[in-house]
């Protein structure tokens, strides 16, 4: 059965998985030139004056002057020194910008890079240090797409490394001197090969030259991946509604944890991991526990209260084995149980917060029920052998959304609150699940495709 958000993480929350596999095998490259490791430069687009690149082969250290509008949306303006590649590399630098005082851009981007071409428009993806301390994995994945950035909560690294991998591209930092690690920045991004691979400097102003400095430059080839299973990392990533162009990374960590839920302030997600229920600030910081009793083994099926006091969990305890559902208060506290019949998880509260819609599994089929949650007996909304899932009320809680098979492919429907009056949705044999009812009460939000991978937006109510 999948797990869902609540109606509360419609919003803005967004969960990523990502698995990475290290390389305990690197080949160095190097070149002999006035460039170091590179073979040239060049000014990408507009940049006047033009700028220019100088490296001091006593120190190893490449000093960058550029203008340059911009390196975002379709068009970039920048200075580059480039060397072309192919195959899966690996780029690292210590990056600065001497120049502190004065007034200066804080979205000054000082890069490593790799790019398909030197047009302004061009395909490429980098690791950006901007001159606030921003860092961010950057990309456009089409000629003349508008550019779209996975922005850190971090502060600022000591050094960034971007690899290459096949079409994977990551993000490695280190940020005070210890080995570099991946933050959960990774993208799908596809080359061909020979492409440039480099350093660059954008001001951000086109009538203002900043400088900026590139140390214990290495660019490597990445030998076969390393043997042995690959190492999981989980991360938490936020997106803006119609700003599909910014993404930023709240935590990430090794391990699996899902299913996050924003606070009724905004200002925490709450999630699980390692069977337990976890509770991060979105802004910068790392989680905490939030206290569940002797109920443990917790999955992604959770959800605040409409009124923020209490906590849905589905979890297990040694007097209750198996999956139910228990109410906890949000900030912590004992467990009490709400669903008496095992193998029951937890999907959506009502908006009174009066009822609770739960699914229950069985031999490879499922149905939705409700229970009132200050307890009492539990009613089936709906029945048969096919699958019924991911239940979530409507707005104003006279409907609750949810997918089926019943029509011969998964899609979505809705029913009266009571599970009377089932009606169809969508139609279009794409394999539709999770519903979610966005709070104004004017959109649907669902995941379509293989494995259910893409979220996509109709109006409530339309088909």
């Known amino acids: 059965m999948s797990r869902s958000f609540t109606r509360s993480s419609f919003s803005l929350a967004l969960f990523a998985l990502a698995a990475c596999t ?73 990056i600065s910008f001497p120049v502190t005082t004065g007034d200066h851009s804080p979205h000054r981007k000082a890069i490593l890079i790799f790019r398909q071409t030197l047009d302004a428009d061009a395909v490429y993806a980098d690791a950006a240090l901007h001159g606030s301390g921003l860092t961010a994995l950057q990309s456009r994945s089409a000629t003349g797409a508008e550019t779209t950035g996975l922005e850190m909560n971090i502060d600022l690294p000591h050094r960034l490394r971007l690899t290459k991998r ?12 210890e080995t570099l690690h991946p933050v959960g920045a990774s993208i799908k991004l596809h080359l061909d090969g020979p492409f440039f691979v480099g350093i660059g400097l954008c001001s951000h102003n086109k009538d203002v030259v900043e400088k900026a400095t590139f140390a214990h430059v290495e660019l490597k080839e990445l030998g076969p991946p390393a043997a042995g299973a690959p190492v999981l990392f989980s991360t938490l990533q936020t997106i803006a509604p119609g700003d599909n162009t910014r993404r930023e990374l709240v935590y990430t960590d090794r391990g699996r944890f899902e299913a996050p839920n924003w606070t009724k302030d905004n200002q925490s997600l709450i999630f699980d991991g ?95 029920l409700a229970i009132p949650t200050e307890g009492g007996t539990e009613t089936a909304l709906t ?35 009571d599970g009377s009056q089932p009606e169809q949705i969508t139609a279009d044999g794409m394999n539709n699940w999770t519903p979610h009812p ?26």
């Open 22 to 94: 290290h390389s305990g095998s690197l080949t160095a490259q190097s070149a002999s030139s006035s460039l170091g490791i590179f073979e040239g430069q060049s000014d990408v687009g507009s940049v006047t004056p033009p700028g220019s690149a100088v490296f001091d082969a006593a120190t190893g250290v490449y000093t960058l002057t550029s203008a340059g509008t911009n390196l975002w949306s379709t068009l970039d303006g920048f200075h580059l020194v480039w060397k072309k590649a192919s195959g899966d590399l690996s780029l690292a630098a210590d």
């Open 166 to 177: 096949g079409d994977t591209i990551t993000m490695y930092v280190s940020m005070a001197g």
């Open 274 to 368: 390692g069977g337990h229920m976890l509770k991060v600030p979105a802004n910068r910081g790392m989680p905490t526990q939030i206290d569940t009793g002797d109920a443990t083994g917790c999955t992604g099926s959770h959800g605040l209260s409409p009124d923020g006091k209490l906590l849905a969990i589905t979890c297990t305890t040694p007097d209750y084995p198996g999956r139910h559902v228990f109410l906890v208060p949000s900030s912590g506290g004992a467990p009490r149980i709400l669903t008496e019949h095992p193998d029951s998880y937890f999907h959506s509260w009502s908006p009174d917060g009066k009822t609770i819609a739960f699914t229950r599994p069985s031999h490879g089929s499922g149905n939705i």
């Open 383 to 417: 029945t048969g052998t096919g699958i019924s899932d991911d239940p979530d009320y409507s707005a104003d809680g006279s409907y609750i959304y949810f997918n089926s098979d019943r029509s011969g492919s998964m899609e979505i429907w809705r029913m009266k609150a």
């Open 438 to 463: 966005s709070p104004d009460g004017k959109w649907v939000v669902m995941a379509r495709g293989p494995g259910a991978r893409n979220a996509v937006l109709f109006r409530e109510g339309g088909k």
